[in-house]
């Protein structure tokens, strides 16, 4: 079982299923979470090398995402392919992963 099944079949369990621009809002609270990790174990960005990220805080956003694409009837594994894809093709032409936006 993939992760996306293991979360979805958690929601099912727990009748957990909601809203979609509820889990995005969860999203991006959990990710809020863990940039206040960073910012703390960083001194405001001053010491990068000092970053320490919680392991529950990214399980948090891991399955605050994941709950996102099952809500949204997304292939959470197809558009990682799509995004690693998009991403090669992009260092292949430009060099950079980035979109340069
Ligand atoms: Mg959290």
Known sequence: MDAQETVADF???H???TDPAYRLLDLTAEVGELAADATASTDYGASPAEIDLS???LGD???A???L???TDTDA???LAESLAKYDA???SEGSPGSGD
Do not use: G, K, S, V
Request: net charge negative.
């Open 11 to 13: 929601l099912d369990t």
């Open 15 to 17: 009748d957990l299923h």
């Open 55 to 57: 392991r529950d805080e």
């Open 61 to 63: 956003a891991l399955f």
């Open 65 to 67: 995402l994941l709950a």
């Open 69 to 71: 694409a099952e809500e």
């Open 77 to 79: 594994d197809a558009a």
């Open 90 to 92: 992009r260092i292949d």
